[in-house]
């Protein structure tokens, strides 16, 4: 089936297809959950240039690494970080790394000493300083043939084992016995035909278990230490690096994020990737610092739908035990990859999902500056008393940059993607069949059905409370298809819809009269 387009005008049409053409202003609306996060940030290790899908907090340190290298010490990962103590759905990553960093490798021999023939090359899986904390071995094969080897990797502790290698000959069954799974830690080249010498301890480096860490220097033998480079502003804005990758990921995530860099030039990229962004670009300032007033200044810069700046660094436990400043829009990333598209951030029952929070910077804020950042068209974290009594957080508002009023709030754009990608998959099964009446009476319908069962689910479409009535229209006849579209093989699809606004605003009115006596206990 061929993919959706998005388009700006209808001078775009080309290949076959369901293109996309919003109103401006597009009607508030609602169609597929997009709970998928998008995050681009330097971790300790994992492939790099390309978007990883990621399910599992499991699967995100198999490939991408923990916090550190293993020592402790100061956080390596900003991956890491941005995920401390908070749920997440699934993860789209792009691991961004120094354009001169390097992969750690050594090349194995025939002999002992240096003196043989180089015939494989172990290269770490992916770029950094990571690799050098990878020992191997060889070993007798298991399956007894004196042409194959073993070959046993070790690292934080672990040790993998690969059996029966075979590069004698014209054979070469590395990629088969190794394969291309994103956690794998090395790469294996054939040089030559042969097989590397058994590791013995304390020969060539080895240490007394036999390992010899990649990137090791040893006398007579090629190596190359892994490293880290320097991270520019560029490794995240380049053309093809990571932010472009992740908005080219867009429509199927539901934030886009970058994280642990959150400087002016990222935020620009951000906001020059907005207009062919899918879902939106979540920022926040640079650092924990930045007043209200100055970041109400700055979120000016970026007045955009597709723009979600989110104000007021949350301070977590890190696992050290140590208070640390996290980036607010991690938070809101969170919540979003925990809630269906037409929940407001700010609900309250969204407060698990910000239970970690220890304190916030800026913590004497005022209702007034918090109003200011709303009216400014950011989102910002408040702290709460629950309904129990307890100490909670929550976000104040969900803002988009764009201060015009069908565009201001965040559920507000993604309840329009959902129901515009809803529609799009209702229609795409027009596509090549024959523009008639009844099959448009048919799309039409199941448009229409759908709309009605989320209307009496009291979901994403709002009912005239007098008619009782769902508010939309689904128009797909001769009176927006011309003959001549027709002809030309064009069917036009158009929908309004009403949805379900939030309460965003709920007056309490009290009135104490005279006649009124409100009486303190005195305690039991």
């Given at each position: 089936?061929?993919?959706?387009?998005?388009?700006?005008?209808?001078?775009?049409?080309?290949?076959?297809?369901?293109?996309?053409?919003?109103?401006?202003?597009?009607?508030?609306?609602?169609?597929?959950?997009?709970?998928?996060?998008?995050?681009?940030?330097?971790a300790?290790?994992?492939?790099?240039?390309?978007?990883?899908?990621?399910?599992?907090?499991?699967?995100?340190?198999?490939v991408?690494?923990?916090?550190?290298?293993g020592?402790?010490g100061?956080i390596?990962?900003e991956?890491?970080k941005?995920?401390?103590?908070?749920?997440?759905?699934?993860?789209?990553v792009?691991?961004?790394?120094?354009?001169?960093?390097?992969?750690?490798?050594?090349?194995?021999?025939?002999?002992?000493?240096?003196?043989?023939?180089?015939?494989?090359?172990?290269d770490a899986?992916?770029?950094?300083?990571?690799?050098?904390?990878?020992?191997?071995?060889?070993?007798?094969?298991t399956?007894?043939?004196?042409?194959?080897?073993?070959?046993?990797?070790?690292?934080?502790?672990?040790?993998?084992?690969?059996?029966?290698?075979?590069?004698?000959?014209?054979?070469?069954?590395?990629?088969?016995?190794?394969?291309?799974?994103?956690a794998?830690?090395?790469?294996?080249?054939k040089?030559?035909?042969?097989?590397?010498?058994?590791?013995a301890?304390?020969?060539?480096?080895?240490?007394?278990?036999?390992?010899?860490?990649?990137?090791?220097?040893?006398?007579?033998f090629?190596?190359?230490?892994g490293?880290?480079?320097?991270?520019?502003?560029?490794?995240?804005?380049g053309?093809?690096?990571?932010?472009?990758?992740?908005?080219?990921?867009?429509?199927?995530?539901?934030a886009?994020?970058?994280?642990?860099?959150?400087?002016?030039?990222?935020?620009?990229?951000?906001?020059?990737?907005?207009?062919?962004?899918r879902?939106?670009?979540?920022?926040c300032?640079?650092?924990?610092?930045?007043s209200?007033?100055?970041?109400?200044?700055?979120v000016a810069?970026?007045?955009?739908?597709?723009?979600?700046?989110?104000?007021?660094?949350?301070?977590?436990?890190?696992t050290?035990?140590?208070?640390?400043?996290?980036?607010?829009?991690?938070?809101?990333?969170?919540?979003?990859?925990?809630?269906?598209?037409?929940?407001?951030?700010g609900?309250?029952?969204?407060?698990?999902?910000?239970?970690?929070?220890?304190?916030?910077?800026?913590?004497?804020?005022?209702?007034?500056?918090?109003d200011?950042?709303?009216?400014?068209?950011s989102?910002?974290?408040?702290?709460r008393?629950?309904?129990?009594?307890q100490l909670?957080?929550?976000?104040?508002?969900?803002?988009?940059?764009?201060?015009?009023v069908?565009?201001?709030?965040?559920?507000?754009?993604?309840?329009?993607?959902?129901?515009?990608?809803?529609i799009?998959?209702?229609?795409?099964?027009?596509?090549?069949?024959?523009?008639?009446?009844?099959?448009?009476?048919?799309?039409?319908?199941?448009?229409?059905?759908?709309?009605?069962?989320?209307?009496?689910?009291?979901?994403?479409?709002?009912?005239?409370?007098?008619?009782?009535?769902?508010?939309?229209?689904?128009?797909?006849?001769?009176?927006?298809?011309?003959?001549?579209?027709?002809?030309?093989?064009?069917?036009?699809?158009?929908?309004?819809?009403?949805?379900?606004?939030?309460?965003?605003?709920?007056?309490?009115?009290?009135?104490?009269?005279?006649?009124?006596?409100?009486?303190?206990?005195?305690?039991?």
């Amino acid at each position: 089936m061929p993919a959706f387009k998005y388009i700006t005008n209808e001078s775009n049409y080309g290949a076959p297809g369901v293109y996309i053409l919003e109103r401006t202003p597009t009607p508030v609306m609602r169609g597929l959950a997009k709970n998928k996060i998008g995050i681009a940030a330097v971790a300790v290790r994992g492939p790099t240039g390309r978007v990883v899908e990621v399910d599992s907090a499991r699967r995100l340190e198999e490939v991408f690494g923990g916090r550190d290298h293993g020592s402790g010490g100061a956080i390596v990962s900003e991956l890491w970080k941005a995920l401390l103590s908070k749920p997440f759905g699934r993860l789209a990553v792009v691991r961004v790394a120094a354009a001169a960093a390097v992969a750690a490798s050594f090349t194995a021999e025939t002999a002992a000493g240096g003196g043989g023939t180089a015939v494989l090359r172990i290269d770490a899986s992916s770029v950094g300083t990571w690799g050098g904390n990878v020992g191997f071995k060889v070993s007798a094969a298991t399956d007894g043939n004196a042409n194959h080897f073993n070959l046993s990797l070790r690292y934080r502790g672990v040790v993998t084992l690969y059996e029966n290698l075979d590069i004698s000959s014209t054979n070469d069954n590395l990629a088969t016995v190794i394969g291309s799974d994103d956690a794998n830690l090395v790469v294996l080249t054939k040089l030559a035909a042969g097989r590397p010498v058994n590791s013995a301890a304390g020969v060539d480096g080895a240490d007394t278990d036999g390992y010899t860490l990649l990137g090791q220097t040893v006398p007579s033998f090629t190596s190359v230490a892994g490293s880290d480079g320097s991270i520019a502003d560029t490794d995240f804005t380049g053309t093809g690096k990571a932010m472009e990758l992740l908005n080219g990921a867009s429509a199927e995530l539901a934030a886009c994020l970058v994280a642990g860099r959150s400087n002016s030039t990222v935020k620009a990229k951000a906001y020059a990737l907005a207009p062919t962004c899918r879902s939106g670009w979540l920022i926040c300032p640079d650092s924990a610092s930045v007043s209200y007033s100055t970041w109400a200044t700055e979120v000016a810069s970026y007045r955009h739908e597709r723009i979600w700046p989110c104000f007021r660094h949350p301070y977590l436990r890190d696992t050290t035990d140590e208070l640390i400043a996290v980036e607010p829009h991690t938070f809101m990333a969170s919540v979003i990859s925990q809630t269906d598209d037409d929940v407001h951030p700010g609900a309250a029952a969204n407060a698990p999902f910000l239970a970690a929070i220890v304190s916030l910077s800026f913590p004497e804020y005022q209702q007034d500056q918090l109003d200011a950042l709303d009216a400014a068209g950011s989102s910002v974290l408040e702290k709460r008393i629950g309904t129990g009594g307890q100490l909670q957080y929550g976000w104040a508002c969900a803002r988009t940059a764009d201060l015009a009023v069908n565009n201001r709030h965040v559920d507000q754009r993604r309840i329009k993607d959902y129901l515009i990608r809803g529609i799009a998959a209702r229609v795409a099964a027009d596509v090549f069949e024959p523009n008639t009446a009844s099959r448009r009476a048919a799309t039409k319908s199941a448009i229409s059905g759908w709309l009605d069962g989320l209307a009496k689910a009291e979901r994403f479409v709002d009912t005239d409370e007098d008619t009782k009535q769902p508010m939309y229209t689904v128009e797909n006849g001769t009176a927006v298809n011309s003959r001549n579209d027709r002809k030309a093989g064009i069917q036009r699809t158009e929908v309004s819809i009403g949805t379900i606004a939030k309460g965003l605003i709920l007056p309490l009115i009290v009135e104490v009269g005279p006649d009124v006596t409100v009486v303190v206990r005195e305690a039991a």
